[in-house]
């Protein structure tokens, strides 16, 4: 806190010394590893389901769709309990009802039941998604805020990286219901490790009744409408993007006659690049600006969404292609998680945070959905690609023309 009583974001909470503070981010980086293995679990067992319950690609849309529905209500309904009653409560009974639904996908015995599963894990990622993010950024020294968002945003990945490398060896040899139990044991662990590593990070003073008067004003009163809603339409036609690459690329790799391992090692390699995105975007931000950097690394990922449209027959060509998509689709999630605690105040920060990634995540529904729509209907690979790079141009478009408006110095006023 300075003189003039502003609450910097990244001061650590009263009492939390420095190892306890790495211990917290350290607990917060393995649960978004987690949240990796979960989202993409359909993802990679998702041709074994397809042929084991013999679905066409709609059905097939609607179980991946399933769990980013239930992210959506999970961010809009659940993430802002944790403004309300703190972050802790609120982030361990997210990994609670993340531990429940995979073990009931793991028992899932038909559609339903595994779209059902797939609504509660999704519910859970939903709410801890947003209410981690925002613990990292309280908490993280401000001088290493974008540094140390990326290195959270980048669990992600690797959770993805390792859900991905078991379902190559284990989907074949012990059935696509493994991965889900391997999830759900991890998930678990994941718990009792933020059980006793998570500290609250919040404070008491500042947290608002939720549905009193001064919550929508928080996000919406005077010109905070203009940011709010761009920062939401950004997440929203992120996500479309995001969620049609790591959802269908397995399936639309094995359409130019490659085998399903190879269709899940594409993925990876796209998982690998969004492991040193983020890395390399929080160096880069801290010198040259976020919003600048963020710019940079939309444009990339749209060029290379619709590079990723050409027949590509080679191995070569195809991981190295994914590998680059991926770097640019990780440091541009990076981006738009690291401005949400910059823009909303301590007071909504978690309702804020969830409110962009609850509208981020419908287009993360949709986007699978179209996708599934599309293919049934006759659409090709690759005008596929080219019709999911252009809500990441859009992206582009908002961040250049200065409707999101981050505060400098990022600080708040003491409520």
């Given at each position: 806190?300075?003189?003039?009583?502003?609450?910097?974001?990244?001061?650590?909470?009263?009492?939390?010394?420095?190892?306890?503070?790495?211990?917290?981010?350290?607990?917060?980086?393995?649960?978004?590893?987690?949240?990796?293995?979960?989202?993409?679990a359909t993802a990679?067992?998702?041709?074994?389901?397809?042929?084991?319950?013999?679905?066409?690609?709609?059905?097939?849309?609607v179980i991946?769709?399933?769990?980013?529905?239930?992210?959506?209500?999970?961010?809009?309904f659940i993430?802002p309990?944790?403004?309300?009653?703190?972050?802790?409560?609120?982030?361990?009974?997210?990994?609670?009802?993340?531990?429940?639904?995979?073990?009931?996908?793991?028992n899932?015995?038909?559609?339903?039941?595994?779209?059902?599963?797939?609504?509660?894990?999704?519910?859970?990622?939903?709410?801890?998604?947003?209410?981690?993010?925002?613990?990292?950024?309280?908490?993280?020294?401000p001088?290493?805020?974008?540094?140390t968002?990326?290195?959270?945003?980048?669990?992600?990945?690797?959770?993805?990286?390792?859900?991905?490398?078991?379902?190559?060896?284990?989907?074949?040899?012990h059935?696509?219901?493994?991965?889900?139990?391997?999830?759900?044991?991890?998930?678990g662990?994941?718990?009792?490790?933020?059980?006793?590593s998570l500290?609250?990070?919040?404070?008491?003073?500042?947290r608002?009744?939720?549905?009193?008067?001064?919550?929508?004003?928080?996000?919406?009163?005077?010109?905070?409408?203009r940011?709010?809603?761009?920062?939401?339409?950004?997440?929203?036609?992120?996500?479309?993007?995001?969620?049609?690459?790591?959802?269908?690329?397995?399936?639309?790799?094995?359409?130019l006659?490659?085998?399903?391992?190879t269709?899940?090692?594409?993925?990876?390699?796209?998982?690998?690049?969004?492991?040193?995105?983020?890395?390399?975007?929080?160096?880069?931000?801290?010198?040259?600006?976020?919003?600048r950097?963020?710019?940079?690394?939309?444009?990339?990922?749209?060029?290379?969404?619709?590079?990723?449209?050409?027949?590509?027959?080679?191995?070569?060509?195809?991981y190295?292609?994914?590998?680059?998509?991926?770097?640019?689709?990780?440091?541009?999630?990076?981006?738009?998680?690291?401005?949400?605690?910059?823009?909303?105040g301590?007071?909504?920060?978690?309702?804020?945070?969830?409110?962009?990634?609850?509208?981020?995540?419908?287009?993360?529904?949709?986007?699978?959905?179209?996708?599934?729509?599309?293919?049934?209907?006759?659409m090709?690979?690759?005008?596929?690609?080219?019709?999911?790079?252009?809500?990441?141009?859009?992206?582009?478009?908002?961040?250049?023309?200065?409707l999101?408006?981050l505060?400098q110095?990022?600080?708040?006023?003491?409520?």
């Open positions: 806190m300075d003189r003039d009583g502003l609450v910097v974001l990244g001061t650590a909470p009263l009492g939390l010394s420095t190892g306890r503070r790495n211990l917290m981010i350290g607990g917060c980086v393995l649960a978004n590893m987690v949240d990796g293995f979960d989202v993409l990679f067992t998702g041709s074994a389901i397809m042929a084991d319950w013999r679905l066409d690609p709609q059905t097939l849309g991946f769709s399933a769990g980013l529905a239930g992210m959506v209500l999970g961010s809009l993430s309990l944790a403004d309300r009653f703190g972050r802790r409560p609120v982030s361990l009974a997210c990994m609670f009802g993340m531990t429940v639904g995979m073990f009931a996908a793991a899932s015995g038909d559609p339903m039941q595994l779209i059902l599963a797939r609504l509660v894990t999704g519910l859970g990622i939903g709410g801890v998604l947003a209410t981690l993010s925002t613990t990292v950024a309280e908490v993280a020294p001088e290493w805020r974008n540094r968002m990326a290195l959270f945003a980048a669990g992600y990945p690797l959770g993805s990286i390792l859900g991905g490398l078991l379902a190559v060896g284990l989907v074949r040899q059935g696509w219901h493994t991965i889900f139990l391997i999830g759900g044991l991890l998930t662990l994941v718990f009792i490790v933020n059980f006793f500290t609250e990070s919040s404070v008491k003073s500042q608002l009744e939720m549905f009193g008067r001064e919550f929508p004003g928080r996000l919406f009163g005077g010109e905070k409408w940011t709010t809603l761009a920062f939401c339409a950004a997440f929203l036609l992120h996500m479309i993007a995001f969620f049609f690459v790591l959802s269908w690329t397995p399936k639309l790799t094995e359409a006659g490659f085998s399903p391992d269709g899940n090692l594409v993925t990876i390699m796209i998982n690998a690049g969004s492991l040193i995105g983020p890395l390399i975007f929080g160096f880069f931000a801290d010198r040259f600006g976020l919003l950097m963020a710019g940079g690394y939309f444009a990339a990922f749209a060029i290379l969404t619709a590079a990723f449209a050409i027949q590509a027959h080679n191995l070569t060509t195809l190295g292609l994914a590998l680059f998509i991926g770097l640019a689709m990780g440091g541009a999630m990076t981006s738009l998680y690291t401005m949400a605690p910059a823009i909303f301590p007071e909504v920060r978690s309702a804020g945070t969830g409110l962009a990634i609850g509208v981020g995540r419908v287009g993360g529904t949709l986007g699978p959905l179209l996708a599934g729509w599309a293919l049934a209907a006759g090709g690979r690759s005008t596929l690609y080219f019709l999911f790079a252009l809500p990441l141009l859009m992206v582009f478009l908002i961040l250049r023309s200065g999101i408006a505060p110095p990022a600080t708040e006023r003491r409520a």
